[in-house]
Every structure is written in structure tokens, then in C-alpha cells.
């Protein structure tokens, strides 16, 4: 039989009974105040304890793991009950203090994909715009094996969440951005841009816009490594944020690049070509799909204005700005991947209390 849960019933019976709606307080006796604060803890967790017990798992050498019956999929579970701790910053610098970070980071040599891949998710939300942990992560060598899966695993999933890793490790982190460049880090977003995974593609283009922006030095490199070619094809995918975010580089090349702007290269040519394909389709859109694809038509009449010094043909057919919409800059297509989903929220809720997830195995 399941173990029966608290007494809600009896608890919103107690309640009424002691709420007459005059706003008089009432003085509790010693069994209800016991009875009430177990029937609350019932549905809380400590955050801090959950942590050290987590991270006691952690410490836990594999094959003892393993001999205790604790399954992949458990340390799957367990690796997300943390992620979920770690949303808030307080949390997240406390995973160091408690010793939880190095063994998190020795999840990402895991021998299981699957345990790789959370491990790297975990390492993203505690890096997150917290310039704590990602000095933290830094001096634990946590960069070092993110390389290696984002530039080498056998699994592209492993691969596309170190990459998003390294991508909230990076940001507004001029260490890690360093490194990252001298990793040969550039040579393995060309990688990722090559493949045939959608996300690995998204993340990498995200990335190098937002890398762009920060050193336009780096256009050079992204130049000399052959980027604008296979730019050029992502710009004609059939997925609109890849397109979106493909124009978004070609457009950072072409604003800090004066080498590139207004050459008459063969891959300039191609450019051209390509606008006014993406034109031709702009044209030929529904007006729901012209309102879906505003930022796709801002970076094309930008893009081609600032190759071609002279406005699209876009704004001539009255495509650029639709009745209702207003004439702004182009669309920060990179910094929007970057924010946290629920760290904001997470910061301004700095209660230690969660809801109660099933424990996994403790070796206690």
C-alpha cells in the first residue's frame, strides 16, 4: 500500500475552524502548532541538505554505484533534481562550498552519453550570468573537458549541450573567452556549423554572433577558417532561425570586416544571389508569415544596404516595415539565446524551500 500523503482535507477543516473572519488571532496549542509544521515539512525539501546528499552520490566511485543497484537513469534523475536547485545563484555558488562542483565536472568523462549530456546542462545553469561560479568552473578546469565533448564525443546530443556550457561559461568572461579562442575553439563551431543537427547548428551561430560582437577581431579568424561559404548555405536553410542567425553573423562580418564590404569576390556574388532569392521569397509570403519573419526582412535589407550601399528591394515593394510595425535596428539575433530561463525568477525567490522530488539512491 502507498504510503498516504498528509492530511490536507483535515488541514483545510482545521483552517475554517479556526478562521471565523473577524481577523482575531488564535493561539495554537502545542499539538497543533507539531501537527501543522509536519504537515508543511511534509512538502518541502531542504535545499542545502538535498545538495549534500546529492553530491555524497557524486562522490561516489561508479562501480560502487553500480554494486548498490543504482541504475544511469537514476544519476539522469538525480543530475535534474540539481539543475532545478542550482536555477537560483545563491544555490548554485553553494554547490562549490559543499564540495558538489569537481565531482559535477567529473560527470562530464562519464562512460554514459546521457549523464555527459546532463551534467553539461547542470554546468549551464550554474554558469548562467554568475561571475562566481564561472571563476569557479574556471579554476576547476571545468572549460578543459567541455572542449573535448563539444569538439570530439561521439554523441551529438553531448556535444550540443557542452557547447551550450561553454556558451553561459563564456559570456561577459573574458578568461574563458580566451581560452575558448585558444583552444582552436573557432575550428569547432566550423564543425558544428557543418553538421546536420539543427540545434548543434543554432547554438554555434549563436555563439559566434555573440563572440563577434564582443572582439571584432575575431571576424579575421572566422574569415580566414572559410566561415562566410557555409554562412551562405545556412542562410538558405529551411528553418527560419538558422537563416535568421546566419544573416546575423554575415551581417557582424560585413560591419567590422572593411575588407569585406564592397568587395567584388565570388562570394560576394553568391551574397547577392542569395538576398535576392530570400527577396524573391519574402515577396511571395502571407501576410501572417511577412509579421512571422520581421527580424528574417530587417537583416536582409540591412545585410544588402551594407554590401551594396544602396538600399533592398524590399523597401521600395513596402516589405521592410507593414502597416502597424516600426522601423528599428536589426535584431539582436544572439543575446536573446543567452538568457536563463528561470534564473531571474530564481534570484528574486531566494527561499530555500522546493518541491519534494523523489530521493534517489543514498548510500547511507
Not at 562549490?96 to 553539461?120: C, D
Not at 550601399?309 to 523597401?315: A, G, H, K
Not at 543567452?338 to 534564473?343: G, I, Q, S, V
Request: charged letters at 25%; aromatic letters at 4%; hydrophobic letters at 40%.
Amino acid at each position: 500500500m502507498a504510503k498516504p500523503g498528509p492530511d490536507w482535507d483535515g488541514l483545510l477543516k482545521w483552517s475554517l475552524a479556526h478562521s471565523d473572519g473577524t481577523g482575531s488571532n488564535r493561539s495554537l496549542s502545542e499539538e497543533d502548532r507539531r501537527w501543522f509544521t509536519e504537515a508543511m515539512q511534509s512538502q518541502t525539501v531542504d535545499v542545502v541538505k538535498r545538495m549534500k546528499e546529492i553530491t555524497l552520490v557524486m562522490q561516489t566511485p561508479p562501480e560502487v554505484l553500480e554494486a548498490h543497484g543504482v541504475t544511469p537513469a537514476e544519476i539522469e534523475d538525480m543530475l535534474e533534481e540539481l539543475q532545478d536547485h542550482v536555477e537560483s545563484i545563491d544555490m548554485a555558488n553553494d554547490l562549490y562550498s559543499i564540495g558538489g562542483l569537481v565531482p559535477l565536472l567529473g560527470y562530464l568523462k562519464n562512460t554514459h552519453a546521457n549523464i555527459r549530456a546532463k551534467a553539461a546542462e547542470v554546468v549551464s545553469t550554474i554558469a548562467q550570468n554568475n561571475p562566481k561560479s564561472q571563476q569557479l568552473i574556471m579554476e576547476a578546469n571545468g572549460l578543459e573537458p567541455l572542449l573535448s565533448n563539444f569538439a570530439s564525443d561521439p554523441d551529438v546530443t553531448v556535444r550540443t549541450k557542452a557547447l551550450g556550457a561553454i556558451s553561459s561559461l563564456v559570456r561577459n568572461n573574458k578568461p574563458a573567452i580566451t581560452a575558448f579562442r585558444l583552444a582552436n575553439g573557432f575550428a569547432g563551431l566550423r564543425d558544428a556549423l557543418n553538421s546536420d543537427n539543427v540545434r548543434f547548428q543554432r547554438k554555434a551561430l549563436n555563439l559566434i554572433n555573440y563572440l563577434l560582437k564582443e572582439n571584432t577581431a575575431d571576424c579575421t579568424t572566422v574569415n580566414e577558417l572559410g566561415f562566410q561559404r557555409i554562412l551562405l548555405h545556412l542562410a538558405s536553410s529551411e528553418h527560419g532561425d538558422i537563416r535568421e542567425a546566419a544573416l546575423g553573423v554575415l551581417l557582424e562580418l560585413a560591419k567590422h570586416d572593411v575588407d569585406v564590404v564592397g568587395r567584388s569576390t565570388e562570394e560576394d556574388e553568391k551574397l547577392k544571389a542569395l538576398l535576392e532569392e530570400l527577396i524573391k521569397g519574402i515577396s511571395l509570403m502571407s501576410p501572417e508569415d511577412l509579421g512571422a519573419a520581421k527580424e528574417e526582412r530587417q537583416l536582409v535589407d540591412t545585410l544588402w544596404e551594407t554590401y551594396f550601399n544602396e538600399p533592398s528591394s524590399l523597401r521600395e515593394k513596402g516589405l521592410l516595415v507593414l502597416p502597424g510595425e516600426y522601423d528599428a535596428q536589426p535584431p539582436d539575433v544572439a543575446s536573446k539565446q543567452f538568457e536563463p530561463p528561470l534564473r531571474a525568477w530564481a534570484a528574486a525567490n531566494k527561499d530555500t524551500t522546493a518541491e519534494k522530488k523523489q530521493n534517489p539512491p543514498l548510500l547511507l
